[in-house]
Each structure stands twice: as structure tokens, then as C-alpha cells.
């Protein structure tokens, strides 16, 4: 088996993000010698974790350049562990910061990357990636001949590595002369008032558009809509996603739910989150929004109308009913 290397930028205080530790999991379990190469202002204890995985070589990028996201240092650092180690497969997770950096790095290696991978396993005695294709209608499997292969694997696909801390001795590799035009001066949030988008819940409740229709008494309740679904995320700590029509009514500055951006958008065009359960409330479950509900384990929703999209094989469990009056009744149970 080829050289692994295990690819990961470190947390603000040296360790591995959930996503790291996942894809640490997933290195180990290619059965190769492992090597780790980090990257951050502070490595040690994530080299610890790292050696207690039992990497056979830590390489490590350190210094305050390595702290914040940006191309030219994040790309400079991983070329630079890269060639360190010599590893003829590069597995690295697929954060929205090596998702930039590490094409270019594939490039300058002359090797190849694969991104939003949901696995890396030995079939055939080669190492064979699986990736969805098409907005995840199509599932392939693919093997390349060209090293490094670098390969980024999708968050939420494999169970992080968890395991007692090793003692670790952390080869440094020389930082690499850079040239520099961006200087990191702060990060903005989206301006939606509450984090409501929660990767780790066990629920992904959503809200389509019909919150905000005119409702059988001829009125459209949007501020009790509000409520009952914030009351109702506070209570249980869900993850909220909404239908596109919802989210781009919000965008238009009309008074509907104000907490929903579009990055709560599932869909086409829209996430493909990864949670155990989804509840889906006054959306329609149309394919260009439920194709975004691949990877969520159990389907339920409420819909008014029995021949919504849900009732075409969409969901588990239907509920022809009223949001307003289920979710009322939801959070009274709550104790909300
Ligand atoms: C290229 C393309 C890409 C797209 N990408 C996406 C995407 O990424 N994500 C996405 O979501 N859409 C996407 N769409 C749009 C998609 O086709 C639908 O138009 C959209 O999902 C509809 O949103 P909705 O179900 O919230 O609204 P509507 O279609 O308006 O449905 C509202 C629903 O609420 C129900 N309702 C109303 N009041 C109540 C109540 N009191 N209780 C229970 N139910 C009630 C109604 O019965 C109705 O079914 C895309 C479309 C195209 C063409």
C-alpha cells in the first residue's frame, strides 16, 4: 500500500477540527504508513492526536501566517508538506479552506485531487474513491493512476477518529518564502441575527414558503410563523434549512422570517446536508429541493396538501396536516 498522508490545518488552539478527525479515520483505515502533515499558528496538540493514531511521520507548517485562511500561504504550506513527505496519496478534509488551496497544490505537484469525496477505501488492491455526481442523483466509484492523488473528502462521511493522545515528535518543514498581497484584517458573519445552520444536530428542520401564504383564514401569519419556528430551534438546538422560494423571498427584503439566508437554502442549487433526521414544514418537496435531502436518514413532513411532493416517494412519513397547528402542539410539548 501507498504512503498516506493525512493532510489538516489546525483549530485556533493546535487541534483537529471534527472534519480532520474524520478524515484522520478515514486515512488510518487505508492501511498504509501514515504520515500527517500540519499546518497552523500552534500543531501540538493535534500532533499528539495524531500520534496517537499512530502516524509514523508528523510534518508540520508552523507560524502566525498559517493561522488564517488565505491561498497563497495555505497553498505554499501544503506544497511544502507534500514534497516532505513524498506520499503517493494526499487525503485531506473538505473544509472551505483546503477546498481553495489545494487544486492549485495538485497543479504544482503535477499529481491530480478529487473533492467532495464521501470515502477512500482499498477495492481491486487499489485505493478507490466514491463521489456523488449530478447533485447527488449518481453515485461513481474511481481510482486514478496519477500521483499524488489528493482527495477531499466531504465532511459528516466517516466517524471522526477518537483514541487516547500520543506523545508526538513533529518534524518541522521549513517555512516556504511566500509572497504575499492579502492581509486577513477580521471575519464577518451573514447578518441573520441567530446562528441557526448547526452541521452536528441530529434534526434538519425545514421551512418552505408556505409559512408565509395566506393561511384558510385569508391572512398570512408571519410573525406567529417566526415564532413558532424559533421556539421551536431554541428548544431542541435543530438545524433550520428552508426551500428556495423561502429563502429568496427573504433575500428581497420582504418581512418574512428574517433569521433565513440563503446559506440555509437545501437543495439543487442549494446544501446537501448530512443529518440523521429531517422534518419539513409548509414546503412543497419538489425535486430541485429534495435532491438536497439525500443523505438525511429519516424523512418526515407536513404539508396541507396529500399530493405534494412528499407523498411521491419522498419522505417516510407524511403528515397531511396543518404547521401552524402541528407545531403549536410541538412546542407546547416542548414546554415552550
Ligand atoms: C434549476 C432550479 C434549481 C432549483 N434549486 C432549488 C433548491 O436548491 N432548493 C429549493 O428549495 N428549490 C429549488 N428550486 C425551486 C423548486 O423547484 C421549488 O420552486 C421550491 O422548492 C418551492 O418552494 P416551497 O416548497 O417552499 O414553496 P411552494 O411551492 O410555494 O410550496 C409551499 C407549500 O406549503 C404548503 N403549505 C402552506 N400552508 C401550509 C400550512 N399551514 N401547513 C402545511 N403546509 C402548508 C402548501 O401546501 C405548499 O405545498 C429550483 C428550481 C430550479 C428550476
Not at 500543531?43 to 488564517?68: H, K, S, W
Not at 434538519?204 to 391572512?219: E, I, M, N, Y
Not at 442549487?269 to 422534518?279: E, F, I, N, V, W
Not at 439525500?294 to 399530493?307: C, H, M, P, S, T
Request: hydrophobic share 45%; proline share 4%.
Amino acid at each position: 500500500m501507498d504512503t498516506i498522508l493525512l493532510l489538516a490545518h489546525t483549530e485556533a488552539d493546535g487541534s483537529l477540527a471534527k472534519a480532520s478527525l474524520e478524515a484522520l479515520a478515514a486515512a488510518k483505515n487505508l492501511r498504509g504508513e501514515l504520515h500527517v502533515g500540519l499546518a497552523g499558528a500552534q500543531v501540538q496538540p493535534a500532533a499528539d492526536a495524531a500520534a496517537g493514531a499512530g502516524a509514523a511521520r508528523i510534518l508540520a507548517v508552523t507560524g502566525e501566517a498559517f493561522a488564517q485562511s488565505r491561498y497563497a500561504t495555505d497553498a505554499a504550506a501544503a506544497e511544502a508538506l507534500c514534497r516532505a513527505s513524498g506520499a503517493a496519496i494526499v487525503l485531506a478534509p473538505g473544509t472551505s479552506r483546503w477546498s481553495r488551496a489545494l487544486p492549485g497544490v495538485a497543479f504544482r505537484l503535477g499529481g491530480r485531487i478529487d473533492t467532495h469525496a464521501t470515502g477512500l477505501a482499498i477495492q481491486n488492491s487499489v485505493p478507490a474513491v466514491t463521489r456523488w455526481f449530478y447533485r447527488q442523483r449518481m453515485e461513481a466509484t474511481l481510482t486514478r493512476s496519477q500521483r499524488p492523488w489528493i482527495v477531499l473528502l466531504d465532511p459528516g462521511c466517516v466517524p471522526a477518529w477518537s483514541g487516547p493522545a500520543g506523545n508526538a515528535a513533529v518534524e518541522t518543514v521549513a517555512f516556504p518564502a511566500v509572497e504575499t498581497r492579502t492581509t486577513v484584517t477580521g471575519t464577518r458573519s451573514p447578518e441573520a441575527g441567530e446562528q441557526t445552520i448547526r452541521p452536528d444536530a441530529k434534526l434538519l428542520f425545514v421551512a418552505g414558503a408556505g409559512w408565509t401564504k395566506k393561511q384558510p383564514d385569508g391572512a398570512a401569519h408571519t410573525a406567529e410563523a417566526e415564532k413558532l419556528i424559533l421556539d421551536f430551534l431554541r428548544a431542541t438546538q435543530a438545524s433550520l434549512g428552508g426551500s428556495k422560494s423561502l429563502v429568496d423571498l427573504s433575500g428581497e427584503g420582504e418581512a418574512v422570517l428574517r433569521f433565513m439566508t440563503h446559506l440555509n437554502q437545501i437543495g439543487q442549487t442549494g446544501a446537501t446536508p448530512r443529518h440523521p433526521k429531517g422534518l419539513s414544514t409548509c414546503c412543497h418537496g419538489e425535486e430541485p429541493h429534495a435532491v438536497g435531502w439525500r443523505f438525511i436518514g429519516q424523512r418526515r413532513a407536513v404539508n396541507l396538501d396529500a399530493n405534494c411532493g412528499w407523498a411521491r416517494g419522498k419522505a417516510d412519513v407524511l403528515y397531511v396536516a396543518d404547521a401552524f397547528e402541528v407545531m403549536r402542539q410541538v412546542n407546547a410539548l416542548l414546554g415552550k
